[in-house]
């Protein structure tokens, strides 16, 4: 089975940037990321997880509305690694992120990440 694992959450001020990577190991995890659609969430506490952008098969992406301008995801198909760049930052942005693997139609959940918290302060 192929695991997940997210990097780079902390704690930042507003306006700063951070940098969450997802990391695919495991048996069967080459080409992980480009036989799958691929997608960052995050999640408040006490609300259902909410997506924040992904990246189709064949890279298209695309960004919840709150984010759009602000954060980027990216893959390194060679390290088997998803990435979120987020700038500009805001408090609003403070929740548990995760990364998750869907089929190539990005509508059935296949796999998820355990998560990396991320704070933003005023």
């Known amino acids: 089975q192929v695991q997940l694992l997210e990097s780079g959450g902390g704690s930042v001020q507003a306006g700063g940037s951070l940098s969450l990577s997802c990391a695919a190991s495991?048996?069967?995890?080459?080409?992980?990321?480009?036989?799958?659609?691929m997608g960052w969430f995050r999640q408040y506490p006490g609300k259902e997880r909410e997506g924040v952008a992904k990246m189709q098969t064949d890279g298209i992406t695309t960004y919840a509305p709150s984010v759009k301008g602000r954060f980027t995801i990216s893959r390194d198909n060679a390290k088997n690694t998803l990435y979120l760049q987020m700038n500009m930052l805001k408090p609003e942005d403070t929740a548990m992120y995760y990364c998750?693997?869907?089929?190539?139609?990005?509508?059935?959940?296949?796999?998820w990440g355990q998560g990396t918290q991320v704070t933003v302060s005023s």
């Open positions: 998750a693997a869907m089929n190539i139609f990005c509508s059935e959940y296949l796999n």
């Open positions: 495991g048996y069967r995890a080459s080409n992980y990321l480009a036989r799958h659609c």
